[in-house]
């Protein structure tokens, strides 16, 4: 079954303590990009990567992390996270003219 | 830059009522454009695209959109609405020329009222 996978679900972190939330996808896609959403401002992009090694910011990357060492992962660091990255998180992964598939998403809360 | 503009937070209509859910974009190529559905919960759903050729594409549920290069619009309709469409719509744009950019409108909630 073609899917995106993203770990965890939930998470509930400290300031200033360093996360990774992994996303996998089983598609072969070069595409892959991390997305928060906020609730009026839809969907921004964070970081997107458009295959191994080759990733670029997106409209909202100050604060996160992204690498890009095999096809099918692409994890999002938090190096020191604050409570304004509280959020929804998503990974999604396409190819060039195809739809984007979403993983299940990624709910942050930074006390 | 490109960019996504869903003029309406917020749509109601009546079960059986024709619906539409309005788009406009600015891209600098030519344009990918998306929507997806979003339920309570869950991550997004892909709906239909538009990448080239017949202007008016069709997607799952019954959905289908208007690509309309003139005034840069992409709205979705459907001509019958139901109860279990009441749902989150995102509208998003590519620019053929970076695929791995995209840019998502802020979200339209419909509302089906039996």
């Known amino acids: 079954e073609a899917q995106v996978t993203q770990n965890p679900r939930y998470l509930i972190t400290v300031t200033g303590k360093k996360l990774t939330v992994t996303c996998s996808q089983n598609m072969n896609h070069e595409y892959m990009s991390w997305y928060r959403q906020d609730p009026g401002l839809g969907l921004r992009q964070i970081y997107y990567?458009?295959?191994?090694?080759?990733?670029d910011k997106g409209d909202v990357p100050e604060g996160y992390k992204v690498s890009r060492k095999e096809k099918r992962n692409f994890p999002l660091i938090l190096e020191s996270p604050s409570p304004n990255q509280t959020s929804l998180y998503f990974c999604?992964?396409?190819?060039?003219?195809?739809?984007?598939?979403f993983g299940q998403g990624t709910r942050l809360t930074v006390v | 830059a490109q960019s996504v503009a869903q003029p309406e937070d917020q749509v109601n209509v009546a079960e059986g009522n024709p619906l539409t859910v309005k788009c406009t974009y600015s891209v600098s190529g030519n344009p990918y454009l998306f929507w997806y559905v979003q339920y309570p919960n869950r991550g997004l759903q892909f709906l239909l695209k538009?990448?080239?050729?017949?202007?008016l594409v069709k997607g799952s549920y019954g959905f289908e959109a208007e690509f309309n290069k003139s005034q840069t619009s992409f709205h979705l309709k459907k001509p019958s609405a139901l109860v279990s469409d009441s749902a989150l719509y995102f509208c998003?744009?590519?620019?053929?020329?970076?695929?791995?950019?995209?840019?998502f409108g802020d979200g339209t909630t419909l509302t089906v009222k039996p």
């Open positions: 538009y990448i080239t050729g017949d202007n």
């Open positions: 998003a744009v590519r620019d053929n020329t970076n695929a791995g950019k995209s840019t």
């Open positions: 990567s458009m295959n191994v090694e080759v990733t």
């Open positions: 999604a992964s396409s190819s060039s003219g195809t739809a984007a598939f």
